[in-house]
C-alpha cells in the first residue's frame, strides 16, 4: 500500500520536519503502532475517567470545602465547558505543531493540574483546576486520534480505533464505580491524586514511543479570528445547554445565549471562506461522510448521555443502591463496550461502517425502549439485558463514526478532525441532557399533582409543589423527617412513579433519536484518506 499523503516524521530533537518521504514501517520501539496504541490510550484513559468519576466526589468536596451547589455544579461544568470549547482549537495546534508535542504536553498539564485540585483548600481553586484539566484534556485527545490516523495503515485503523474507544467506553463507564471506591476508603483528593501517577507513565511512555508524524501540507499559520469566533460560538452554545433548565427554556437569557450561538457560527462560516488558512477548511463538510459521522455522533450521544443521565438516578435514588452498587448495575454495558468495540473494529474493516453502524443504532433503539419499560421493581437480571444491549449497540458507533470522521480528512487536518469527532460528542451530551431533562420536568410537572391527589395525601402549596417537583425530577422522594410511616411509604410511591414516568418518555424521546440516527448511518462509507496514514506494519 502506498500513501496518498505525504508525511515526514521528526524524532524529539529535530525542529522542523524531514524532508517529504512515504512512511517506512517501523521496528524499533519509537513509533511501534501497538506500543503508540498503547501511551494514548493511558492518555485519554484520564479524560475520560474524569468525566464521571469526579460527580461521586462531588458531596464530599461540598461538605469538606463548605461550597454551594452551585459551586459544585461548576465543578462538573467547567471543566465540560473548557474541553468542549477548545477541542478544534486544540486539534489545530496539533496537525500545526505535531501531534506528539501537543499530546506530551496535554498529558502533562492534565496530571499537574489533577494533582493541584488535590492540594486545594477552596472551590475557587478547584473550580479554576478544573478548567486547566479540560484544557489540558482538549489538547490531548485530537492528538491521540492524529497518532493513531498516522501511524496506522488503513486495514488495521479500525481495529486500533476500536481498542481506542473500548479504553474511553471502559473508562466512562468505570469512573463511578473507582470515584466510590476511593472515597469511601481513601478521600476525595485521591480521585484527583490518581491520575498524578497515570500522566506521568503516559508521559514516560510518550517520550520514549511517540513519533511525529507531520503532513508535507500541514498549516503553517494560525486563523486567530476564526479560533475566536468559533470558541465563542461553542461556548454560548454549550453554556446555554448547561443552563437551560436553571433559566428555564423559555426564558429570554437561555433564548439569547443561543441566538448568540448561532450568530457565531454564521460569521465563523463567513470568515473560514475568506482567511488563507482556515481553522476548519469548509470544504471539509462537502464529504457526505465526514458530514454524517459528525451528526451521528451528536445523535449517539444524546441518545447514550442523556438516556444514562437518568438511569444512575433510578439505579441510586428509586433502587436504593450505593453508588458502588449502582456503578456494578453498569457492568453489562461496560463489558459489552469492551468487547464490542475491537469486534466492531474487525466488522467494519471488512464490511465498511454503513451496516455496522445503523446496526448498532438499531441496538441502542431498542434498548433506550427496553429502558423506557423499567419498573420501580425490576429486576437486576432484567435491567442488565437492557444495559448489556445498550453497550452493544454503542461499540460500533463509537468506532465506525471515529473512523468515518477522521479517515474522510487529509492527513493534514486529522487533528481537526478528531477535535470535531470530540466536540460533536461534547455537545451530544449537553443536549442530551438538557433536552431529556426538559422532557423529564415537563412530565413530572404534569404528572405530580394528579399522582399527589389520587394518592390521599395533603395538597401541596405552590412553592412546596415546586420543591417537591424538583426531588421527584432526580428520583428522591421528599419525606420529612418525623412523617408517620404510611404517609411515608404512599409519598415515595407518588415520587418514584412519577420519577418512572418521566424516565420513561425521556427513555423514548432517546430512541426516537437512535432511529433518527439509523438512517444517518446509512450515508457513511469508508473513509476517502484512511491509506494516508503508515504504509504497513
Not at 187 to 194: E, K, T
Not at 451 to 470: F, H, M, S, Y
Not at 473 to 489: F, L, M, N, R, S
Request: proline share 5%; net charge neutral; aromatic share 8%.
Amino acid at each position: 500500500m502506498t500513501s496518498q499523503t505525504t508525511i515526514s516524521a521528526t524524532g524529539p530533537g529535530d525542529k522542523a520536519p524531514a524532508a517529504p518521504s512515504d512512511p517506512t514501517p517501523s521496528t524499533g520501539l519509537r513509533g511501534h503502532p501497538w506500543f503508540t496504541l498503547i501511551t494514548v490510550a493511558v492518555g485519554v484513559m484520564m479524560v475520560a475517567l474524569d468525566g464521571t468519576i469526579v460527580a461521586i466526589a462531588n458531596p464530599a468536596i461540598q461538605k469538606d470545602l463548605g461550597a454551594s451547589f452551585a459551586d459544585v455544579q461548576w465543578i462538573t461544568n467547567g471543566y465540560f465547558l473548557a474541553l468542549a470549547v477548545s477541542l478544534i482549537t486544540a486539534g489545530k495546534l496539533g496537525d500545526r505543531f505535531g501531534h506528539r508535542q501537543t499530546f506530551l504536553i496535554g498529558v502533562s498539564g492534565f496530571a499537574l493540574a489533577s494533582g493541584a485540585i488535590g492540594l486545594s483548600h477552596s472551590i475557587a481553586f478547584v473550580v479554576t483546576f478544573r478548567v486547566l484539566q479540560g484544557l489540558f484534556g482538549a489538547l490531548l485527545m485530537p492528538a491521540a486520534l492524529g497518532l493513531l490516523r498516522a501511524t496506522f495503515p488503513a486495514e488495521k485503523l479500525n481495529m486500533a480505533i476500536g481498542l481506542w474507544g473500548m479504553v474511553i467506553g471502559a473508562s466512562t463507564a468505570g469512573g463511578p464505580i473507582l470515584g466510590g471506591v476511593l472515597v469511601e476508603h481513601v478521600n476525595w483528593q485521591s480521585v484527583f491524586f490518581i491520575n498524578v501517577p497515570v500522566g506521568a507513565i503516559a508521559l514516560v511512555l510518550g517520550l520514549l514511543i511517540l513519533r511525529d508524524h507531520r503532513a508535507e501540507n500541514a498549516p503553517r499559520s494560525f486563523d486567530i479570528l476564526g479560533i475566536a469566533l468559533l470558541s465563542g460560538a461553542m461556548f454560548c452554545l454549550v453554556w446555554a445547554l448547561i443552563k437551560a433548565p436553571t433559566w428555564g427554556w423559555g426564558s429570554g437569557t437561555t433564548w439569547t445565549f443561543l441566538a448568540v450561538s448561532v450568530l457565531g457560527f454564521a460569521l465563523f462560516a463567513f470568515w473560514e471562506q475568506r482567511v488563507k488558512e482556515p481553522l476548519i477548511p469548509l470544504g471539509l463538510f462537502r464529504s457526505v461522510p465526514l458530514s454524517a459521522g459528525v451528526v451521528l455522533m451528536v445523535l449517539m450521544a444524546i441518545a447514550f448521555m442523556g438516556g444514562l443521565f437518568f438511569v444512575t438516578f433510578y439505579l441510586q435514588n428509586v433502587h436504593g443502591m450505593s453508588p458502588i452498587d449502582a456503578g456494578l448495575h453498569l457492568l453489562p454495558l461496560t463489558g459489552m463496550m469492551i468487547v464490542g468495540s475491537p469486534l466492531a473494529g474487525a466488522a467494519i474493516t471488512k464490511l465498511g461502517p454503513r451496516i455496522p453502524l445503523a446496526g448498532g443504532m438499531a441496538a441502542t433503539a431498542i434498548a433506550m425502549y427496553g429502558m423506557s419499560t423499567l419498573e420501580s421493581d425490576t429486576s437486576s437480571a432484567v435491567m442488565s439485558i437492557w444495559f448489556a444491549l445498550l453497550g452493544l449497540g454503542l461499540a460500533p458507533v463509537m468506532v465506525g463514526a471515529t473512523e468515518v470522521i477522521v479517515g474522510n480528512a487529509p492527513m493534514e487536518l486529522s487533528g481537526v478532525a478528531g477535535g470535531l469527532q470530540q466536540a460533536a460528542m461534547q455537545i451530544g451530551g449537553s443536549l442530551g441532557t438538557a433536552v431529556l431533562g426538559a422532557v423529564m420536568a415537563s412530565r413530572v410537572d404534569s404528572d405530580l399533582p394528579g399522582n399527589w391527589t389520587d394518592a390521599g395525601l395533603p395538597k401541596l402549596t405552590q412553592p412546596q409543589l415546586d420543591a417537591t417537583a424538583e426531588a421527584v425530577q432526580v428520583g428522591v422522594a421528599p419525606v420529612a423527617k418525623g412523617t408517620p410511616e404510611a404517609i411515608a411509604a404512599k409519598i415515595t410511591q407518588v415520587a418514584h412513579d412519577t420519577f418512572i414516568s418521566g424516565m420513561s418518555l425521556a427513555c423514548l424521546v432517546a430512541a426516537g433519536v437512535a432511529v433518527v440516527a439509523v438512517f444517518v448511518a446509512l450515508l457513511t462509507k469508508r473513509g476517502e484518506n484512511a491509506e494516508a496514514g503508515a504504509a504497513h506494519i
